[in-house]
Structures are given as structure tokens and as C-alpha cells.
């Protein structure tokens, strides 16, 4: 009962903030950066509350600067704070004490890359030019990323329990199976043609569109399993009772979403 709420809760806020106002959206995904960063910071053991949260901070701002320059500003000078700040880390290594400098410096980055980076292409996603050039913000395709990130979850996992019998990657994850992929997969298909009908759009564009999500985000969910492991942790937080962190929640999202975008801007946008 708790998991079936606290999954509701996350579905009916995150559907608010990104159906209800652009900037409903960007303090909803600023507060996702700021918990999923500072669950990379603990998981990778980065001892310094002040190293975590000037990374935290770097972090939503590279998110605010990408809704900034997708959306109103337009404006590329908005990111030259954020490469100082990625100076910074490697710069500030030097004036430490720490053991191993190089591997801090490291998992700062890869704490830019993977929770504030990728999200930030959520931006250029949300942010589409109309028929005469005008950009205009439109959740269409944040949506549907998430729907289909949760069905295909949903799909593979009463699909993958019933009738799961090899091992899609049993060294990572060992209870995922083929039948559960396909399964997912082939629900995800079958809303992208509803999605056709509802948009307008071509039906073979939203099913390019829902195979690159559910694809990446296997991948992505594989990908946060093997992070997991490497720093020897069950679930990345515990933020959502019966569902773990927020990374937990955003694992298939974070690499689905470059590939949505990569998509749209190959085969939506041209």
C-alpha cells in the first residue's frame, strides 16, 4: 500500500509540474538535481558537505541555464559561469589534502554528466519551435517520455513474471528477462499509436520515438544497477518509501532522455 501511494504521489506531482507551467517544471526538476546529486555524492562517499553542495549548486545551475537559453534567453553567454565552474573542480583538487584527488575530481563530474547533464536536455525537449519559428514551450514529448518509461516498466514486469525464462542481463540485473523487455515494449508500441492519433504526428515517428525510449531506457535502468553495485548499495536513497531514491525513480529517464533528444532532433525538428 505505501509503494502504491508513494508511486501515485510521484506520478500525479511530476504530471502537475510539467503539464501546469514551464517554471513549475523547472523548480520541480531543480529539487530532482539537487536529491539525486546529493545521492550520487553519498553513494560515491564524498565526505565534504561543502564539495557536495557547491556540486549540487553547480548542478542546478546548468539545469536553469539550459531552460534559460532553450526557452527565453536564447543567450550562449549564460553557460560561461558553469565552465569556470568545471574548473573549479579540477583547480580546487590541487589546495586539498584529500587521498586520491583524481578519483574526487572524477566523481564530481560524472555527478555534472549523469544527474544534472543529461537532465538538462530535458530543456531542449520541452522547448520546440512552432510553424513560424517561434519557440514555445509544449509537454507533449516530456510526457510522453515518461509514460512510456512507465509503461514499458509496468509491461516488462507482469510480462517478465509470467512467462520470464532468459536472462536479459544477469550479471547486473538478474531478475530482468527478454520476454519482460519485449513485453514492455510491445505495450509502449501500442500507446505510441494512440499518441499518433492524439498529435496528429506520423504514427512510424512516435513508434522511432517509444523504441528509443524504451531501448535507452533498459539501458539506463541497467546502467544505474551497475553503479549501484560498484559502490555496494541496494537502492540509491531512500526518499520514496518502497521504491528507494531518486535516482532509483530517474535511472531510465537520464539516459532516455539524450536519446529522445538526439531523436527528435534528427527526425522531428529537420
Known amino acids: 500500500m505505501i509503494r502504491a501511494l508513494t508511486g501515485a504521489a510521484f506520478v500525479v506531482t511530476l504530471t502537475a509540474a510539467i503539464c501546469f507551467n514551464p517554471y513549475a517544471f523547472l523548480l520541480f526538476f531543480c529539487l530532482v538535481i539537487i536529491l539525486g546529486m546529493n545521492e550520487f555524492y553519498n553513494l560515491a562517499r564524498i565526505k565534504s558537505k561543502g564539495d557536495k553542495w557547491i ?42 589534502k584529500e587521498a586520491d584527488p583524481i578519483r574526487n575530481c572524477g566523481f564530481h563530474i560524472l555527478g555534472q554528466i549523469y544527474c544534472a547533464g543529461s ?91 517509444a523504441s528509443t525510449v524504451v531501448i535507452f531506457g533498459t539501458l539506463g535502468d541497467l546502467s544505474e544497477s551497475l553503479l549501484k553495485r560498484t559502490f555496494g548499495a541496494k537502492d540509491s536513497g531512500k526518499f520514496f518509501p518502497g521504491h528507494g531514491g531518486i535516482l532509483d525513480r530517474f535511472d531510465s529517464v537520464i539516459l532516455a532522455t539524450p536519446a529522445a533528444y538526439i531523436f527528435i532532433e534528427l527526425f522531428i525538428r529537420n
Open 119 to 209: 537532465l538538462s536536455l530535458l530543456n531542449f525537449i520541452a522547448f520546440l519551435p512552432d510553424e513560424f519559428g517561434e519557440v514555445n514551450y509544449s509537454w507533449v514529448f516530456l510526457m510522453a517520455i515518461f509514460i512510456f518509461v512507465w509503461l514499458n516498466d509496468t509491461g516488462a514486469y507482469l510480462i517478465g513474471t509470467a512467462f520470464g525464462k532468459h536472462r536479459l542481463f544477469e550479471r547486473i540485473s538478474p531478475l530482468k528477462s527478454w520476454e519482460g523487455f519485449f513485453g514492455g515494449w510491445l505495450v509502449v508500441l501500442i500507446f505510441s499509436l494512440f499518441c499518433a492519433w492524439y498529435t496528429g504526428i506520423e504514427w512510424y515517428i512516435w513508434v522511432g520515438f
Open 55 to 96: 556540486g549540487i549548486l553547480g548542478g542546478v545551475y546548468l539545469f536553469t541555464a539550459t531552460f534559460l537559453y532553450a526557452g527565453p534567453l536564447e543567450e550562449e553567454l549564460i553557460f560561461l559561469p558553469y565552465i569556470l565552474f568545471l574548473m573549479y573542480l579540477l583547480i580546487s583538487e590541487l589546495y586539498k
